[in-house]
């Protein structure tokens, strides 16, 4: 829904670098998997005062009901993430861990494919390790853990409103796994099933992107709309497996840092090899102490997000930057509570060049790197998403935030493998055909998909006629009979209020153009044509999947138009009537696109009944208006019925006539040739 900015010159990693990052970060995930096990499992750290207790009870991200929980192989951590920087000494560190739903690796597969594409001759050249292998590796680990030779598979987005939802779709598309909301899965007798058409279908693997006190309301949190009543019992009775396991988010607090160290010691009988950056949680005197004697050069973090150290402050903080009240209370938070936040060093992020205005400049440059389950071990993605700051500071490298991001570029000393998740073009394939089946919510957004489609098309004529028998176009600008009928059935349609019927029979013509006007504004609130494409825009983004990028950048440069051109709209009619008329144009290329180009599967049909029975109330809600009291023929009615419903032409071509009564009502209800009848939409729909 927004430009994604990348940079076309890639971030280089040489093959001994990468040969040292890819160790250090199977390490750190075998390790963080441990400390998660340890957690919901035995607490042997804890007991034994290797891990502080406060770090773990104290955060939300803790699940209590996990507790004894054991996943298939011990498997908590199936995708990590880990955002690192290097030093203007060459040395790489560890800037977070990403356990809970971590995010990136769509966008990084999304920018190696337009920039291979970009620069294809380069790419090839130089050497570069592919992805696809990563995502086939995650793929196989996370089936195999299922045990099953076929196993059902989905991915659990909140939604189109996330800002990562592009990579939730991309993801689903590319790994071939359903793509599904909480509302589309059930739990019954302790098995996980999406709920389809065709009826329940158990769904073997949950790839999550929704946070795990999200994922079950029974169990977990009771306010979630984006979970799964019963998840929890599934996982207890091993019918299912979560990836990444509920609870994993426990070890994203950045204060644990601390502790990695010792534990890798411990846990993994290792030395850590790609050091966390300096960490000191105040929960512990000597550490605290540390903190509060070098507050200034430091940065100030709470241990748990939803708390601050300041009233006015949310994150991070640096003390250099504070007020004096600020610096004297986050000191005194520090010495009350010292358990909730933690100091580290204020990161020095070395710089990489970016194009920019025609030139090279170097920017400020942070890496997210990947590792995944691969049924065996631990993998890397031999790549990664840069991200490079806007301004010249090391600060505020975000993804999300409008910074920019590069393709990483692992490169290797010898020929790299030319893998990819294509189908070769000798690869036998068997035949199939979609449609068989379809997510129940799905089925329900493409059918009012349909129907806003064809209400906003429906609206769209009934203003435009209006407009045109203001502006005396339709050789009735005088005719008051017409234009009240016209105002009517919009205020029928709660497009226009209860007073412009009035002043269309009164024949106060210039204060009915300034309410069409308004109803083509962003003013118009809730029941305006602009509502009205925006409820068409919400409902297509439920099913973004399912569009063709063309029909995507038709309903975009409908909404875009709309937005645009309808603001400037004040009371001109000609303006007003080009507007209507482009729109027109766009809403039937969009439905055109939908009839010629979508297979006639079960997405198709549902599609087509929104549309079908929203054609059908329309022209019967019309008829009514137009048809059923005195003499239609003399006043104007046929000939606006005949534009609404769009079947002039074929009227004429028929019967050489003026309109008259019955063959108009035969045409527009009874005659089931045409595409514009009621008839017509009942043989469709049976």
């Known amino acids: 829904a927004h430009p994604w900015r990348m940079d076309p010159i890639p971030f280089l990693i040489s093959p001994a670098e990468w040969r040292m990052l890819e160790r250090g970060l199977i390490q750190r995930a075998r390790l963080l998997n441990a400390v998660v096990d340890d957690i919901y499992g035995a607490q042997k750290l804890l007991t034994d005062g290797r891990l502080p207790a406060p770090l773990v009870f104290g955060n939300a991200k803790f699940l209590r009901p996990m507790r004894g929980v054991q996943p298939p192989e011990g498997v908590h951590l199936h995708v990590l993430a880990f955002d690192l920087a290097r030093g203007a000494d060459g040395k790489w560190w560890v800037m977070s861990d990403r ?92 098995k996980v099933y999406l709920k389809t058409l065709s009826g329940l279908e158990q769904v073997d693997l949950i790839l999550r992107r929704v946070d795990g006190d999200f994922c079950d309301p029974l169990e977990l949190r009771n306010d979630s709309l984006m979970g799964v009543a019963g998840l929890v019992e599934a996982l207890r009775a091993g019918n299912v497996v979560v990836a990444n396991g509920l609870g994993s988010g426990v070890v994203e607090s950045d204060a644990l840092m601390a502790f990695y160290p010792g534990l890798c010691r411990t846990l993994l009988r290792e030395e850590l090899e790609i050091s966390s950056i300096a960490t000191w949680w105040c929960g512990q005197a000597k550490e605290r102490d540390y903190v509060l004697d070098n507050f200034d050069r430091l940065t100030l973090r709470p241990a748990f997000k939803r708390t601050s150290i300041i009233n006015n402050g949310a994150g991070a903080i640096h003390p250099a930057t504070l007020s004096r009240a600020d610096r004297e209370q986050a000191i005194a938070s520090i010495r009350e509570e010292g358990q909730r936040y933690f100091g580290q060093e204020t990161p020095s992020y070395s710089t990489t060049p970016v194009w920019q ?61 030319t893998f990819t998740r294509l189908a070769a073009p000798d690869q036998p394939v068997a035949l199939r055909r979609s449609g068989a089946n379809l997510a129940s919510r799905t089925a329900d957004n493409l059918f009012w998909l349909g129907r806003y489609a064809e209400r906003a098309e429906s609206s769209m004529r009934l203003i435009r006629s209006m407009i045109a028998r203001l502006s005396g176009e339709a050789g009735a600008g005088e005719d008051t009979h017409t234009l009240a009928r016209l105002a009517h059935t919009l205020v029928e349609m709660e497009h226009l209020p209860e007073s412009a019927s009035r002043l269309a029979e009164a024949g106060e013509l210039q204060s009915l153009e300034r309410e069409l ?170």
């Open 357 to 417: 205005d025609g030139a090279l400049a170097p920017r400020s440059m942070s890496l997210r790197m990947f590792v995944c389950f691969d049924g065996n071990g631990y993998t890397v993605m031999p790549g990664g998403l840069a991200r490079t700051a806007d301004a010249p500071g090391p600060q505020g490298i975000r993804l999300g935030q409008g910074d920019a991001t590069k393709d990483a570029w692992v490169l290797s000393d010898t020929p790299v493998s």
């Open 99 to 190: 356990t809970q739903a971590p995010s990136g690796a769509g966008y990084a597969l999304e920018n190696r494919i337009v920039l291979s594409r970009t620069l294809p001759d380069i790419f090839r050249r130089a050497r570069a390790h592919r992805l696809a292998g990563f995502f086939q590796a995650m793929r196989d680990g996370l089936l195999s853990l299922t045990g099953r030779d076929e196993p059902h598979a989905v991915l659990l987005t909140p939604g189109p409103r996330n800002e990562t939802y592009f990579e939730h779709a991309y993801l689903a598309r590319y790994l071939g796994f359903s793509l599904v909301e909480g509302a589309d899965l059930t739990v019954r007798d302790s």
């Open 517 to 686: 006007a308004r109803m083509l504004s962003a003013s118009a609130g809730p029941n305006g044509l602009l509502a009205l494409l925006a409820d068409l825009d919400r409902i297509a983004s439920l099913v973004r999947e399912r569009l063709s990028l063309d029909s995507w950048r038709i309903l975009n440069n409908l909404r875009a138009r709309a937005e645009h051109q309808g603001a400037a709209i004040r009371l001109d009619i000609d303006d007003a009537l080009a507007l209507l008329n482009a729109m027109l144009a766009d809403l039937t290329a969009f439905s055109g696109m939908q009839n010629e180009n979508m297979t006639r599967s079960l997405a198709w049909r549902m599609m087509d009944i929104g549309r079908r029975i929203e054609r059908a109330t329309h022209m019967t809600a019309l008829a009514r208006e137009m048809l059923v009291d005195g003499d239609p023929a003399s006043d104007g009615r046929l000939d606006l019925l005949l534009e609404l419903g769009d079947s002039a032409m074929t009227y004429r071509t028929r019967y050489i006539t003026a309109p008259r009564l019955a063959p108009v009502a035969d045409l527009l209800l009874i005659d089931d040739t045409n595409p514009r009848s009621v008839a017509f939409q009942m043989r469709t729909l049976a």
